[in-house]
């Protein structure tokens, strides 16, 4: 596990429209998934520690984002042989086990971390409803220890963009594990 933050990227970037595969085989548009306010895209799998911390927040401020008009998708970029655990059979085991309740994808040509320029296990991006981006960065400030959060990030950036108002600054990077890249 090597541990990395994830980078910069200039918000008003436009989220391309790529399509990514279900659990069960059926190709979804990342556009499609947008709500009436905006999307949030998670690059997430199941078997960093990292994610694995992160994930019942995820869960719950879905729930948030969603009466706030802003839908979730997680996308899983670690569909790698050397990594099972990660597979899409283990993907629909978290779905019923963790209660994921929005769609978890399977990045397996690994085209859209790529074309996000995601670099960590989770790595969050938040959409405005026009597909360009309004937030990239952690969920709060205490990945390890829900206990231990003292700010919360991604839902009050949520509400300046459900305001129609500029997205937070500064906006703080994720930490977590590399996505596992089939071709390194």
């Excluded at 306010?37 to 998670?42: H, T, Y």
């Excluded at 405005?128 to 309004?134: F, I, P, Q, T």
């Excluded at 305001?163 to 703080?172: I, S, Y």
Aim: net charge negative; hydrophobic share 40%; aromatic share 8%.
């Amino acid at each position: 596990m090597a541990l990395v933050a994830s980078i910069h990227v200039d918000t008003g970037w436009e989220m391309p429209d790529m399509n990514l595969k279900d659990v069960n085989g059926n190709d979804v548009s990342l556009l499609s998934q947008m709500g009436e306010k905006g999307l949030l895209v998670a690059f997430t799998c199941n078997h960093c520690p990292y994610a694995i911390a992160v994930w019942p927040r995820l869960i719950r401020h879905a729930a948030t984002l969603k009466k706030m008009g802003v839908n979730t998708i997680a996308v899983n970029p670690n569909i790698h042989p050397d990594y099972p655990a990660d597979g899409v059979a283990a993907m629909q085991e978290k779905i019923g086990e963790w209660g994921i309740n929005f769609p978890y994808l399977a990045d397996e040509t690994q085209d859209i971390a790529k074309a996000f320029d995601a670099q960590c296990t989770p790595d969050l991006y938040l959409f405005r409803a026009d597909g360009r981006l309004h937030y990239h960065g952690r969920i709060d400030d205490y990945w390890k220890d829900e206990s231990q959060v003292t700010r919360e990030e991604l839902i009050p950036a949520a509400e300046l963009l459900v305001a129609d108002e500029n997205g937070p600054q500064p906006q703080h990077p994720t930490i977590g594990c590399s996505i596992k890249w089939k071709d390194s």
